[in-house]
């Protein structure tokens, strides 16, 4: 793959005004539209989006479709889109001992994707291993133009030095590391490290069921619990003290204990460890989240038993969620989603009687389980990154 068109990228993208910037979001969101409708949506004059977008086409970032007769006014006209599949974006989701890595297009959808053990922990040799994945993963079409890094668990920033945001990941056994500079030497282009259930959430609302939405509050189950909230279109920042405290929101005094010494927090209900543990308990030997999902699914009274408590829990952390911060749409993402499916009718029942007997009063989207949507989160904010500018 080649990276040198990044480059080309770097100057010309920074000295581009807001406008600009705007045009290429809303292309890349909504798909292509005349230069009237976006003139419109937009609040721009057709000359200045003329203006605007001439030196986007000749770079290539845009490109015109065929002749159609434009909606707004009957006349020809050549949609503009971005060239999507020209711009290719890495995503790195590391969690302790594997690296999920994808390559997607402009719009963030999935060229190629591969996951596997980090064979050395080391700062410098996950960096290698990722421009080893790049390289396989790459085919050789559309130029890299940014990769984005996420990472889970109690991974933060920890200080920042030199405007450098260091990062602290135990679950890797690294301590104040200058992860961006690395990787961008490693892969010789812009990087972005973000917090995973955040970069989820960037995810959803410009390609995801968010789409479109203002507000909305993103919920993540399986090994962790994650929450984050768009609230104006805008990312709510949380630190991670904030994060450990959601997962620990008691819901039910007197329910499972977590290892915390907690009765009843989300997490011992909701979290992978705790679904298995809870069902192997009452099925008498280990068993692992997806065969619990399975019995249950099939209708093994233990199972089944320990998904429709977790799926009354949920069904109340999400009142919780949508009544104190009243976003009226809650996303449901993460790999232990299968819960929320398998028992939607004990989820809807709390859910309802948590919010005052009010039927329906949250929209309860839920997402796929695939595990690849971290890695794609990645690529989200590395998109989000060369879009506006910021980081
Ligand atoms: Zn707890």
Known sequence: MRTVGARRWVGMWDALPDAARSIVKELIIHGPQSRTALAKTLDLSTGSLTRLTKPLIDAGLLVEGDVVHDPVNGRPTRPLDVAAGEHRFLGLKLTADRVHAVVTDLRAEIIAARDEPIGDQSPDAVCRQARRLLDELSGGAGALVGAGVTLGGNARASAQVGG??????????????????????????????????????????????????????????????????????????AT??????????????????????????????????????????GLRRPVTYDEVMRLAAAGDRVCLGVVREAAHALGRLIALVATVSTAKTVVLAGEGVELARIAKDELALALTANRRDLPDSVDVVIESDDFREWARGGAVVAIQSFVTGSD
């Open 164 to 237: 450098e945001r260091l990062v602290d990941a135990p679950f890797l056994g690294w301590r104040q590391v200058e992860l961006r500079p690395l990787m961008e030497r490693a892969l010789g282009v812009p990087c972005v490290v973000q917090n995973d259930v955040a970069a989820l959430a960037h995810q959803h609302h410009w390609f995801g069921p968010g789409r479109g939405l203002r507000d909305f509050a993103l919920v993540t189950i399986g090994a962790g619990i994650g929450y984050a909230l768009i609230m104006h279109d805008h990312l709510a920042v």
């Open 240 to 281: 991670e003290a904030d994060l450990g405290m959601f997962a620990h929101l008691v819901l039910h005094p007197g329910g499972p204990m977590c290892p915390e010494g907690h009765r009843g927090c989300a997490a011992s209900y909701l979290s992978s460890w705790a679904v298995e543990t809870c069902a192997g308990q």
